[in-house]
């Protein structure tokens, strides 16, 4: 039994700890990543610290971002992990880190002029655990000059082109999607093959084959190995004016025997299939496995279902079932009829839009074909017909 003087001096030694400041502790870094792009370079840094406490401010004389860590010191061996990051192609200059004598470090990153940062602390996810990630932003000087000349040049375009519509026939735009990118590297075969670079390699394949044709312009949503958000997709192709959206994924399962090929829609009705809500649910958390923090309260959230009209999904079903059956031509079907889910990627209105899984990365035998170059103009070939097919007999006749 605790007596009453043990109990005073227990509270104040309590009390005593309270004051004294929290011993930092070592900042364990795992890996370090950077993804540079047009747009702007994504720096992942994964690390094992849950909730850690951050802030960020911009200097000047020379142009830095410093990110404080509060309560932690980031060791010679993390430090490392930091400073031996490549930074070709980014705006980011050098990086150092100083361990304050208080209880935090500060990581500053030097930078081209007028660069802007967005920072994210992003929770454990899939195969990743937390990571502070930082978004760079390039400032683009605007050339009066420059300016001048482009405007002159897009009249003069504009012009042509109206000359032009007289005697030609309007060019249809197909968005292709390659799924993932970038800090998100889809699914992973036992090989190590990753998803998002099988399905660009077979996007840029489609490319090459569909503008064959004069009649169609092809945009990638993505045309090299960095993240594009499922909200910024759908962007990208509504402002590329496209006619036709499609998302190449390819497929994997807990069990090495699963394969085939699938293709999904959206469903305005809930999922065809627990396999295609599963695989939904699965997708849609690429935005959160590629570094970007899902707001609940965003675009895609508002327009689950109201957006895509009930014309849009019946259109996309078509598509679907052109694609499936030339598919079906060159490998086995894992599904013999169109599937649909709440694929957030397809809530594109007024847009037909599928989500094509092109084999399962995960069976050994499939993952070598994905990665044959033989078996991906296969996959090309087919995707290309069908969606050629679709545009013959739809209103897409120009």
């Known amino acids: 039994m605790i007596n009453r003087r043990n109990f005073i001096t227990n509270l104040f030694a309590l009390y005593f700890l309270n004051l004294m400041p929290k011993m930092a502790c070592a900042f364990e870094i795992i890996a370090v990543r950077i993804w540079p792009s047009k747009e702007y ?37 993390n430090l490392s992990k930091l400073i031996k990051v490549n930074l070709k192609n980014t705006p980011v200059e050098k990086i150092s880190v100083v ?52 405007e002159y040049e897009s009249a003069k375009k504009l012009n042509e082109r109206k000359r032009l519509q007289k005697e030609v026939k309007k ?39 569909i503008e064959k044709n004069p009649r169609f312009k092809v945009y990638l949503t993505r045309n090299n190995d960095y993240f594009v958000s499922l909200r910024n997709r759908i962007k990208r192709a509504k402002r590329a004016n496209a006619s036709v959206f499609v998302s190449i994924h390819a497929d994997a399962w807990v069990r090495p025997d699963a394969r085939g090929a699938s293709v999904y829609i959206l469903s ?53 079932k052109e694609v499936l059956n030339e598919l079906a031509n060159i490998s086995r079907l894992h599904k013999k009829t169109v599937e649909g889910a709440g694929f957030a990627v397809l809530k ?47 209103r897409l006749r120009l």
């Open 99 to 150: 361990s304050s004598k208080a209880d935090h470090s500060k990581i500053i990153f030097y930078t081209s002029p007028l660069t802007r940062a967005r920072i994210s602390s992003i929770p454990s996810i899939a195969h990743y655990k937390e990571r502070l990630v930082i978004d760079f932003i390039p400032h683009t000087p605007k050339d009066r000059l420059l300016s001048f000349l482009k």
């Open 348 to 394: 594109n209105p007024d847009i037909p839009s599928i989500l094509v899984e092109t084999a399962f990365i995960s069976n050994p035998r499939e993952e070598a074909r994905l990665k044959n170059s033989f078996h991906q103009e296969k996959i090309a070939s087919a995707l290309n017909n069908g969606i050629l097919t679709f545009i013959s007999n739809s």
């Open 171 to 209: 060019r249809i735009t197909i968005a292709i999607d390659p799924g993932h990118g970038g800090e998100d590297p889809g699914a992973i075969g036992r090989r190590g093959t990753k998803e998002k670079d099988v399905v660009l390699e077979i996007a840029k394949r489609l490319k090459r084959k």
């Open 268 to 320: 305005d009705k809930g999922a065809s299939s627990e396999a295609a809500r599963w695989l939904a649910n699965k997708e849609n958390l690429a935005d959160l496995v590629g570094g970007e923090i899902v707001n609940k309260n965003s675009e895609i959230a508002k327009t689950i279902f109201n957006m895509s009209t009930s014309a849009q999904i019946k259109n996309s079903s078509f598509l679907g």
């Open 41 to 77: 370079t994504r720096l992942a840094i994964e690390h094992l610290d849950k909730n850690i406490k951050i802030k960020y401010s911009n200097e000047k004389n020379p142009d830095k971002i410093i990110v404080d860590i509060f309560h932690v010191k980031v060791n010679r061996k």
